[in-house]
């Protein structure tokens, strides 16, 4: 039995979807600990693309089962939206193969509509998020009065949380941002709903959890987002309403730190981000453009231009310092193919001072100017590469000199979109 945490290391959109499906044919159970219909993973498989904001990634191998832990916040219609596409493509034959915990809270109208009203009025201030209603929805989650999935099974004390709730958010919503306000009664006709049709789906799945682990089976988890967009150490207040790093397995999922075996931090050769905040790395003219065309670095969710720009190993340092990567994953090596040359922050100047350590502040990561060191760039596909060894000797060079910066073995190299257009140095699972 291995438990293996997945994670970003950067602002999310490192291809996690990608390296989660590669691996799942080793895992049991694939577990999400935190985050909702904000991630958007991509999956290429056999030339079928396939999007996933809720289900994990996990549910295309036809052995895993798939949990949706109780840090989630569900939005059910997206959900539901996911179930019935897979099931009509036959992916999906038995429901017990998705698990959604009855703990998980779940997003509402008014949570999309306060998103929305909140980030209109912030206007220059804006977070840039993605408008499906996250942040509100845990906001409500940690003040203690949010509806909950198991909540939509109980269609009468469903009607006092509703009515309670509503009464709150359309006065938010109307007089304080004259938005529009939300139709009670159509919520509830819909959460009633939402309610019997995710019936076979509901569990308690840190029970389902403890079982697997308890079989030995090998448990993936699943993380959506990246380190930088977490809430306590990302770059705030650019980021998402939770806990994106590693150890938010354990409560997200419901596990113990002790039963956590390895954690695979996941890299774009590059980096991107979406929505606003810092980005030391970020090219703003003509590089940038050609990394984002060359990437395709457009959103899955929302379909924004993601900025683009170098990769940063500052970043990638705080990141497998605060979650204890065991290794990493490097997506997209073949995106740089063909460039001249590529360029790797390994510091910072900020205020005249250099440091090679994360700043601590917005302020100071604004003001970060980043020390490069150049790399020659190497030309070919390499989408055809299967060991590290194919590779041409430069972007072996690179792919030595991320590992040496991030302090952390490079194990997984991702050369294309595809499952198998993957190397892998060893065994992921081992344990
Ligand atoms: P929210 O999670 O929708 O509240 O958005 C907050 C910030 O996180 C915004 O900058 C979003 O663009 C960013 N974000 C949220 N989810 C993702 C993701 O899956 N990939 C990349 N950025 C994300």
């Keep these: 039995m291995t438990t293996l945490i997945a994670v970003g290391a950067q602002w999310g959109d490192e291809g996690k979807g990608k390296i989660v499906d590669w691996l799942a044919p080793k895992a049991e159970l694939v577990v999400r600990f935190h985050g909702g219909n904000n991630a958007g993973h991509t999956l290429v498989v056999d030339g079928e693309q396939t999007v996933l904001h809720v289900v994990p990634a996990g549910v295309l191998d036809p052995k895993t089962v798939n949990l949706i832990g109780p840090g989630v916040v569900v939005d059910p219609d997206i959900l539901l939206e996911e179930l019935d596409a897979l099931t009509e493509r036959g992916v999906l034959r038995d429901p017990s193969r998705v698990r959604v915990s009855g703990r998980a809270h ?60 509503a009464e709150q958010k359309n006065f938010e919503l109307t007089e304080y941002y004259k938005w529009q306000p939300v139709d009670v ?46 809430i ?27 039963r956590i075996d390895r954690v695979l931090g996941i890299t774009k050769a590059y980096t991107t981000r979406v929505g606003g905040g810092p980005f030391p790395t970020e090219e703003k003219g003509e590089r940038g453009e050609e990394l984002r065309r060359l990437g395709g670095e ?32 490097v997506n997209k090596l073949d995106v740089l193919s063909e460039l001249d040359e590529v360029l790797i922050a390994t510091a910072y100047t900020v205020d005249g001072k250099r ?77």
């Design 106 to 165: 779940v997003i509402l109208e008014w949570h999309r509509s306060l998103d929305k009203a909140r980030e209109e009025l912030a206007k220059g201030r804006a977070i840039g998020t993605t408008g499906r209603g996250i942040g509100p929805a845990y906001e409500d989650k940690v003040t203690r009065r949010g509806i909950r999935v198991a909540d939509l099974l109980d269609p009468a004390g469903l009607r006092e949380a509703i009515d309670r709730l």
């Design 355 to 431: 440091t090679e350590e994360f700043p601590m502040t917005l302020g100071e990561i604004e003001r970060a100017v980043p020390i490069y060191e150049s790399h020659p760039g190497w030309t070919g596909d390499l989408t055809g590469c299967r060991r590290f060894e194919d590779l041409p000797q430069t972007a072996r060079d690179y792919v030595d000199r991320v590992q040496a910066l991030a302090g952390v073995p490079v194990e997984l190299i991702s050369v294309g979109p595809g499952r198998d257009e993957t190397i892998s140095r060893t065994e992921p699972f081992r344990a």
């Design 185 to 230: 009664d159509a919520i509830h006709r819909r959460a009633v709903e939402w309610g019997r049709r995710l019936e076979p789906y509901v569990d308690h799945t840190e029970r389902t959890l403890e079982r697997a682990l308890r079989d030995g089976r090998n448990v993936l988890f699943e993380g959506a987002q990246g380190n930088f967009l977490d």
């Design 298 to 329: 457009f959103g899955a969710t929302t379909g924004r231009p993601r900025r683009c720009g170098w990769l940063d190993a500052v970043m990638l340092r705080e990141a497998a310092t605060v979650n204890g990567y065991t290794a990493l994953a």
């Design 232 to 258: 306590d150490h990302g770059t705030y207040p650019y980021v998402t309403s939770s806990n994106c790093v590693a150890g938010a397995v354990c409560a997200g999922a419901g596990i113990g730190p002790t």
